[in-house]
C-alpha cells in the first residue's frame, strides 16, 4: 500500500514556474513507476510525465517536453515535477500516481494522490 501527497501548487502569472512534490508512504515507494497526470476543468485526466522506479527513465507528454521535468528521490520517496514556462492552458488538478505498465495509461497506476491545484493566470 502506497499513500500519495501532493503538494506546491498555486497561483501563478503565464510564463511563470512551479515545482510540484508528491510525497509517498510505504515501503514499496522504490518499486513503483511514478507519473503525473493533470485534469483540465471539464476535461479527462491526461498524462504529463513518468519516471521508472531507478529514475534512470523518463517520459513525456509532447506537449510539455522542454519545459517539465519529473526526477524522483528514492531515498526521501519523494517525486517532483518542475514545470517552467507555464501558459494558461494548463490549468488543472495535477495528481501524482504509482504503479506499472505503459506509462501514460490512466489505468496502469495503482495509487493516486488527491491532487494539487495549479492555476495559470494569462
Known amino acids: 500500500q502506497v499513500q500519495l501527497v501532493e503538494s506546491g501548487g498555486g497561483l501563478v502569472q503565464a510564463g511563470g514556474s512551479l515545482r510540484l512534490s508528491c510525497a509517498a508512504s510505504g515501503r514499496r515507494f522504490s518499486s513503483y513507476a511514478m507519473g503525473w497526470f493533470r485534469q483540465p476543468p471539464g476535461k479527462e485526466r491526461e498524462f504529463v510525465a513518468a519516471?521508472?522506479?531507478?529514475?534512470?527513465?523518463?517520459y513525456y507528454n509532447d506537449s510539455v517536453k522542454g519545459r517539465f521535468t519529473i526526477s524522483r528521490d528514492n531515498a526521501k520517496n519523494t517525486m517532483y515535477l518542475q514545470m517552467n514556462s507555464l501558459n494558461p492552458e494548463e490549468t488543472a488538478v495535477y495528481y501524482c500516481?504509482?504503479?506499472?505498465?505503459?506509462?501514460?495509461?490512466?489505468?496502469?497506476?495503482?495509487?493516486w494522490g488527491r491532487g494539487t491545484q495549479v492555476t495559470v493566470s494569462s
Open positions: 519516471v521508472s522506479w531507478s529514475g534512470g527513465s523518463t
Open positions: 500516481a504509482a504503479g506499472g505498465g505503459t506509462y501514460y495509461y490512466v489505468e496502469s497506476y495503482d495509487y
